[in-house]
């Protein structure tokens, strides 16, 4: 099904009061699943609907609802790497609490994967007591990532993933570089929702010129990476930051992967620039993926970026430079 059909349907749904209690939304792309949530809330709020139910988008609450500004809708987050019991027990005493503005409550759970076993089981109670215009839900990428429990009391939303030229068409329309746009739609949602925030096309850009540089003192095994991380990379390591970060070496590095083996022409010129100048070799690129996965590893174990970054610059001097894995 795609996006457009399935806001199709939950403006049917809301319109006919059909609207289940609640849904899991399912897929890889984020950016889709919260154009979904969007809709479905100008669907509650909206003024001046069609006669099928469908939002105007322009009215007060549909421009309120899209800049999440509508008191009765609550977004929980992971605290760090999970949801906690506590955060879900905060849900619980939020829905019980009367509308501010609306006749619905809606509560919105980002990354439901990462539910703690103990927030789990507290997020069923909650599903196991549905009341009246109470509703929830569940961004996840797959269902099989949910409680056999939590499923089975869940309907689930497949939102599909749009074309790399279909993400960048909308990153466009919202103010984003082509370039930008382009390099966002080889990488994960979460790089383009960081920036997102309040993109600034010349700090990407700074970011972009970073990462490339710091790229080369991994790739060479150059040890005065850790002084780079010390100066220039300092003032941005916090784990939000790191991730995306890696993210980026991550892509960057299966693009010079690519272009070695013949699969794909660099499209990014300081792939091609690398390659020019260092003479890159397959082996030391399959090791670098190895260790920037590693890196991503140690972090969702929360280690802390800066040190997450040093280590790697050392693994990467240790392997790389003596041409060892």
């Known amino acids: 099904m795609q996006e457009q059909a399935i806001t199709q349907y939950l403006y049917h749904l809301v319109e006919t009061g059909q609207l289940a209690h609640a849904y899991a939304l399912t ?46 809708v609550y977004t929980l987050k992971p605290a760090g790497t999970v949801i906690k019991v506590d955060q879900v027990r905060q849900i619980n005493e939020w829905l019980a609490t009367k509308p501010l503005e609306t006749y619905f409550k809606l509560v919105v759970i980002e990354q439901a994967e990462t539910l703690n076993l103990n927030a789990a089981n507290a997020m069923l109670k909650l599903l196991e007591e549905p009341d009246p215009h109470r509703y929830l839900l569940l961004m996840v990428p797959e269902m099989s990532d ?7 009391r869940l309907q689930e939303l497949p939102i599909p993933v749009p074309t790399s030229a279909q993400q960048v068409a909308d990153w466009r329309a919202q103010g984003v570089s082509e370039f930008h746009g382009r390099l966002w739609s080889a990488l994960p949602d979460q790089v383009a929702d960081y920036w997102m925030a309040e993109y600034d096309e010349a700090a990407v850009d700074q970011w ?41 070496l ?76």
Not at 146 to 152: A, D, E, K, V, W
Not at 252 to 269: H, K, R, W
């Open 27 to 72: 897929g890889s792309h984020y950016p889709s699943k919260q154009q979904v949530v969007v809709s479905l809330i100008q669907a509650l709020v909206c003024t001046n609907k069609t006669s099928q139910g469908e939002p105007c988008h322009h009215c007060d609450a549909c421009l309120r609802a899209k800049n999440g500004q509508i008191a009765d």
């Open 146 to 152: 949910l409680l056999p429990t939590i499923q089975s």
């Open 208 to 248: 972009i010129k970073a990462l490339d540089r710091f790229y080369q003192y991994l790739y060479t095994g150059n040890d005065q990476g850790i002084v780079y991380i010390q100066t220039r990379l300092k003032k941005q390591l916090d784990s939000r930051w790191c991730r995306v970060s890696l993210d980026y």
């Open 250 to 325: 991550i892509g960057f590095n299966y693009q010079v992967m690519n272009a070695l083996t013949g699969a794909d022409a660099p499209s990014y010129y300081a792939v091609e620039q690398l390659i020019q100048s260092n003479g890159a070799k397959l082996h030391q690129v399959l090791c670098l993926n190895d260790l920037l996965l590693e890196a991503m590893e140690r972090l969702e174990a929360n280690v802390s970026a800066q040190l997450t970054l040093e280590r790697l610059v050392l693994r990467a001097e240790d392997a790389l430079a003596n041409h060892n894995v």
